[in-house]
């Protein structure tokens, strides 16, 4: 079993950046495909990125592409969400996620694929 902890929220302005964080403990990291997802208030959970055991594929949701980008660091147990040109729909409660992928190069981008979730970190963008 993984426990997953997300760091790097914050506030941050208009057109600002983050770097969000997810360390993961407990278990072997690299059997696991891991994702990024938000919750708005009032809102469902989305998905925002996800990428391979071996880093070596990704997938970004539409509302990510060309402003976000994941990357891991297997060697640190790490998942990072790079965050730029930050709007305030961004605004939200993100989530880190992981779970056992048969294939190294596998991602899965619905919430149900997922076994293991973080706590969460806040990020608010203001105008």
């Known amino acids: 079993q993984v426990q997953l902890v997300e760091s790097g929220g914050g506030l941050v302005q208009v057109g600002g950046s983050l770097r969000l964080s997810c360390a993961a403990s407990g278990s072997t990291f690299t059997v696991y495909a891991m994702g990024w997802f938000r919750q708005a208030p009032g809102k469902e959970r989305e998905f925002v990125a996800a990428?391979?055991?071996?880093?070596?594929?990704?997938s970004h949701a539409d509302l990510a592409k060309g402003r976000f980008t994941i990357s891991r660091d297997n060697a640190k147990n790490m998942v990072y969400l790079q965050m730029n040109s930050l709007k305030p729909e961004d605004t939200a409660v993100y989530y880190c996620a992981a779970t056992r992928s048969v294939q190294s190069y596998f991602y899965y981008i619905t919430s149900s694929q997922y076994d293991y979730w973080g706590r969460g970190t806040q990020v608010t963008v203001s105008s």
């Open positions: 990428i391979s055991r071996d880093g070596g594929t990704t």
